[in-house]
């Protein structure tokens, strides 16, 4: 069996396939750039949600680490065959953006939750699970929210506090990760 990876090569699936791969979990990793094998990771080049090359025909479980939008939309119409486990990353801009002031973020939220309700119903057509994780600020690593806001300050010189009145928790990349092997 064979568990099926989406954003991979991001800042949470550089955590996720050695976690996988201590466990000696089989992983075909999608992506849109050139990787190379490696021990247990079978790499196709792809992209969500209309380029998907041909995945296993024996999957156990499908991850998406990537663009839950995108995602969604893709698992929506593919031919999966049997139940496998979907665990998919999220936000908590779902909830916490639902009434902004801020058009942008208002549909934001509307984009994930629908997004969210299209993995849960194509779950139960396919008798499978569904994990949604939903994460706030993610850091450990160079495409990780903090990392992007203290590159900005240090080239300013100054930190600017984002909008909002909401109360952020960070998680790292890793512990994000281990989230998903423990969903799996």
């Known amino acids: 069996m064979t568990t099926v990876v989406f954003g991979a090569s991001g800042l949470i699936g550089q955590f996720l ?20 094998a490696t021990p247990g990771t079978t790499w196709l080049r792809g992209a969500l949600p209309d380029k998907v090359p041909a995945l296993p025909a024996s999957v156990e479980a499908i991850v998406c680490v990537g663009p839950l939008d ?34 942008a973020e208002r549909e934001l939220s509307q984009r994930l939750r629908d997004s969210e309700a299209r993995l849960l119903a194509r779950a139960r057509v396919l008798g499978g699970t569904c994990t949604i994780v939903r994460a706030t600020l993610i850091y450990g690593g ?35 990760a281990a989230t998903v092997v423990a969903a799996l």
């Open 17 to 36: 396939l050695p976690r996988l791969a201590a466990r000696g979990v089989a992983v075909t990793a999608v992506s849109r750039g050139e990787h190379a």
């Open 70 to 103: 995108h995602f969604s939309h893709w698992l929506e119409r593919a031919a999966v065959a049997g139940s496998p486990a979907i665990v998919a990353m999220s936000s908590m801009s779902a909830l916490s953006k639902r009434d902004s002031p801020l058009a």
């Open 142 to 176: 160079p495409g990780g929210s903090l990392e992007k806001m203290a590159a900005q300050a240090r080239r300013r010189r100054v930190f600017l506090l984002p909008r909002g009145n909401g109360l952020r928790q960070p998680v790292h990349a890793d512990d994000l």
